[in-house]
């Protein structure tokens, strides 16, 4: 049995990687939260206390584990002060692979954090695969869920497109490579790039109520989440996340997902389909 130890595990992608791992025959997951309690309120395996920014807890979490699924924690940009640390930590424990849950461009954008994890994790020595996603589908049924519920889709994306994927696939790809030990670098996106007015559009469609597209400028957009009881910080990063959409740096379409399944990647409308309850 191979042990795996999965971070972020009730998060949008953990949670479908813990339940893939869980199932499979020839390996034994453990899940790392820094509330043990709530998550095996929520997970059906082991789980271990694990704060990345907390060297007392590193010992029985990664104690006798082969591989780890890394989730770089969204408040921690300061990637050798927080991060790194752990990191050490779980190779010198004997931890051999890592999968990184990484995102779309990390490799031409040194600005964002998760290059600074991926260079550091490249010259560890560790065998790694990095998993460069693009936006999750899922950030519709649950950052925007409200907006839509509404009746709108209130983001700075301009007429540019985005190669959303879907998480649970992105959760499948991890589940194989933890498994078999395939390491290498995958940009993971849907079938196709939209448009965010393309967007509203098929939710339109789909649901019981029209959904409309009005992009916000972006010093709007700023305000507006600051008033909504967000940071000025956060809205920041969020901004700068689609201007990338604006300037048309979002719309790449690959078939890793594919190569590594065997399948194609989830469609927009089976993910429409599939979580259709959380906008009715």
């Known amino acids: 049995m191979r042990p795996v130890l999965v971070t972020g595990a009730t998060g949008t992608v953990g949670r479908h990687v813990v339940d893939g791992l869980r199932d499979a025959p020839d390996v034994a997951v453990t899940a790392a939260?820094?509330?043990?309690?709530?998550?095996?309120?929520?997970?059906?395996?082991?789980v271990v206390a694990f704060d990345v920014t907390d060297p007392t807890t590193?010992?029985?979490a990664f104690a006798d584990v082969d591989a780890l699924f890394l989730v770089r924690p969204p408040a921690l940009s300061r990637v050798r002060r927080d991060i790194v640390p752990a990191l050490a930590a779980a190779i010198g424990a004997g931890v051999d692979h890592v999968v990184f849950l990484s995102v779309i461009g990390a490799d031409r954008n040194?600005?964002?954090?998760?290059?600074?994890?991926?260079?550091?994790?490249?010259?560890?020595?560790?065998?790694?695969?990095f998993l460069r996603a693009s936006f999750f589908m899922q950030n519709l049924s649950t950052t925007h869920r409200e907006e839509i519920r509404?009746?709108?889709l209130p983001v700075p994306a301009g007429t540019g497109a985005t190669s959303f994927v879907d998480a649970r696939d992105v959760a499948a790809v991890a589940v194989e490579t933890l498994r078999t030990g395939t390491t290498g670098s995958y940009t993971l996106t849907g079938p196709e790039a939209i448009?965010?007015?393309?967007?509203?559009?098929?939710?339109?469609?789909?649901?019981?109520?029209?959904?409309?597209?009005?992009?916000?400028?972006?010093?709007?957009f700023c305000w507006s989440q600051y008033r909504s009881g967000g940071s000025l910080v956060r809205a920041a990063v969020v901004a700068a996340i689609y201007t990338t959409?604006?300037?048309?740096?979002?719309?790449?379409?690959?078939?890793?997902?594919?190569?590594?399944?065997?399948?194609?990647?989830?469609?927009?409308?089976?993910?429409?389909?599939?979580?259709?309850s959380v906008w009715t």
Do not use: N
């Open 33 to 46: 939260s820094r509330d043990p309690d709530r998550a095996r309120d929520r997970l059906d395996c082991p």
């Open 58 to 60: 590193f010992r029985d």
């Open 110 to 129: 040194p600005l964002v954090p998760h290059a600074r994890i991926e260079s550091w994790l490249a010259e560890s020595g560790v065998d790694t695969t």
């Open 150 to 152: 509404r009746g709108e």
């Open 195 to 220: 448009e965010y007015d393309a967007v509203c559009r098929r939710l339109s469609a789909m649901l019981d109520h029209e959904v409309t597209y009005d992009p916000p400028s972006l010093p709007r």
């Open 245 to 276: 959409v604006r300037l048309g740096l979002a719309d790449r379409v690959t078939d890793d997902v594919r190569t590594v399944l065997g399948r194609p990647p989830i469609d927009f409308e089976t993910f429409v389909r599939d979580y259709r």
